[in-house]
């Protein structure tokens, strides 16, 4: 592996750790306390969309007339996200966004969408994300949670959404969370059938050839500029640090 991502690795470990025991994962021991998890979770699967197409957005060419943008290998990369990301499978084999795919899962449970949907509704009436994010019912560290990625994903260089991408937004979901899930669906299958797929898939997927992708993505953006890398680790420890402030809210 790059010695420079090992080297960021090791400098977010203590964090990343820190999330994988955070006490939010021992509450979630039944099917109510499920729902509220995903009541408040849903706001980072719902972002993280954003800063992935913002770093289509600057890798690729999205204009018209096409030209070529930046490196091949960096188009590729991100584009094979977005099509995971964007228009994966459901159970059935039908093209669904991880997002949808997780309403689709709240509702099957019972937990509630409203507020999500409100916040939706409002971008697609022509309100900024700022105002969206301040009309929502959402504690304090929701909000400053969704704040710092939009301020990543519209202002932030590509080698610092890249980074935030990869190590501050990769799924942390420790064992203890999995074997939970699993008792809560040998009690109540047909509640959450599908947020068992999701997470399975997530894992699957993400865990697994995306973060690879995403590694090699960062690399390439960074390269050999340290200054770069510097930066790139201060992003991806201050994303972690509100990720923590994000369960802290749901706990």
């Known amino acids: 592996m790059n010695t420079q991502i090992t080297q960021l690795q090791e400098k977010i470990n203590i964090a ?14 039944d099917l109510n306390g499920l729902k509220k998890f995903t009541e408040f979770h849903v706001y980072a699967v719902w972002d993280f969309m954003s800063l992935l197409k913002s770093l289509q957005i600057g890798l690729t060419c999205v204009t018209l007339p096409w030209i070529p943008v930046g490196s091949a290998n960096t188009r590729f990369l991100i584009n094979e996200i977005v099509t995971g990301e964007e228009s994966d499978v459901d159970e059935a084999g039908n093209r669904i966004s991880h997002f949808e795919l997780y309403l689709q899962a709240m509702k099957q449970m019972g937990a509630s969408t409203t507020e999500i949907l409100l916040l939706v509704d409002r971008l697609k009436a022509g309100k900024s994300i700022d105002d969206s994010i301040e009309a929502a019912n959402l504690p ?3 909000k400053n949670f969704l704040k710092y990625t939009f301020e990543i994903a519209q202002n932030a260089p590509l080698h610092v959404k890249a980074a935030v991408f990869t190590f501050g937004r990769e799924d942390l979901i420790p064992d203890m969370f999995t074997q939970i899930l699993n008792e809560i669906y040998s009690t109540h299958p047909e509640k959450v059938s599908i947020f068992k797929y999701y997470i399975e898939r997530h894992i699957e997927v993400d865990g697994g050839h995306h973060s690879q992708l995403a590694l090699q993505m960062v690399a390439e953006l960074c390269g050999e500029d340290e200054q770069k890398w510097q930066e790139a680790t201060v992003a991806s420890l201050k994303s972690l640090e509100v990720r923590s402030e994000l369960w802290n809210a749901i706990l």
Not at 16 to 29: D, E, G, M, S, T
């Open 140 to 142: 304090k560290n929701v």
């Open 16 to 29: 990343r750790a820190n999330l994988l025991a955070h006490p939010v994962y021992a509450h979630i021991n």
